[in-house]
């Protein structure tokens, strides 16, 4: 039961470690700095909205993967695309409103995805981790708007 319970150490250092963009970037936004990103003709906000649609249709694949793996049928792989068409969208969107539907859509889809644990699907700790990355994700994306 532990192995299901128990959050692997690298599933927790490499959500930490996909934070850090959101955190950055989030910073460097609300701060006004460019970072020396305008040299490039990029900004950090810039940045932060494709990393957020990137990260958004990410979060669409583990739905199709845990789909795909345990045999579940058109409505978890219709869920799953759900995110990857919304940060799309998100990306047309004029300024603030991109990076508030990006921090929405990734606060949302941590509680989507809550039922996966309750239906079997993944282990338990996954809901956990996903609740507290999606959370720090979100909330940076929101800030940043």
């Known amino acids: 039961m532990s192995r299901l319970t128990t959050v692997p150490m690298s599933a927790v250092l490499l959500g930490i470690a996909g934070l850090i963009p959101f955190i950055g970037f989030s910073a460097l936004a609300v701060s006004g700095s460019d ?31 845990v789909a795909a793996a345990r045999g579940a049928g058109w409505p978890d792989y219709l869920l799953a695309i759900v995110p990857s068409l919304l940060a799309w969208a998100a990306l047309a969107a004029p300024s603030p409103w991109d990076l508030r539907m990006l921090g929405a859509l990734v606060l949302l889809w941590g509680f989507v995805d809550q039922d996966l644990a309750r239906r079997g699907m993944v282990p338990n700790w996954m809901s956990r981790l996903r609740l507290a990355l999606s959370g720090v994700a979100g909330a940076a994306l929101l800030v940043a708007a």
């Open 35 to 65: 970072g020396g990103l305008g040299t490039i003709g990029l900004s950090p906000r810039t940045i932060l909205s494709a990393y957020g649609a990137v990260i958004a249709s990410f979060l669409g694949g583990i739905r199709w993967g």
